[in-house]
């Protein structure tokens, strides 16, 4: 069991070691990107407020880009509101479902020692059992 063990978490290791070198050049290449995107988005700002200034006063060319980007910053903003409380809905519905499965298996364990106590004394010694051996054992690998 031991070479077996070590053979496991040697991969294990590899592998966390390869995912985690992969997430340090994607996030390196991500940022170099965004850095050419922020340096684009930049330029068209320039040439949209030199653009509307041909049409415009350069001061109403300059309100009208600001105007934009407050636009589209509050639609964004409210995207992400919609997003996060969509994600909260699903987490309560997942809490909601693992209440009723909590509370099944409670009124199932309560039906259990009503109708066959021995039985259910010896399944709760045996799961104390099982829990007790796997603590030792964890215990024991440690030291």
């Known amino acids: 069991m031991g070479p077996l063990a070590a053979m496991l978490s040697a991969l294990v290791v590899t592998d966390v070691g390869v995912t985690v070198s992969r997430y340090k050049r994607n996030g390196a290449m991500w940022a170099i990107a965004s ?4 340096t684009a988005y930049i330029f068209a700002l320039v040439a949209g407020a030199i653009y509307l200034s041909a049409i415009y006063t350069p001061l109403k060319a300059t309100m009208i880009l600001a105007g934009i980007s407050v636009v589209i910053g509050l639609i964004i903003i409210g995207i ?3 997003l996060n409380a969509r994600d909260e809905r699903i987490a309560a519905e997942k809490r909601r479902r693992s209440q009723a499965q909590t509370t099944f ?3 199932t364990a309560l039906t259990l020692f009503r109708k066959q106590p021995l039985l259910a004394a010896g399944l709760a010694v045996g799961v104390g059992t099982v829990l007790g051996l796997m603590r030792k054992s964890g215990d024991n690998d440690r030291s």
């Open 80 to 82: 992400m509101y919609a």
């Open 35 to 38: 850095l050419f995107f922020l």
């Open 105 to 107: 298996a409670i009124a």
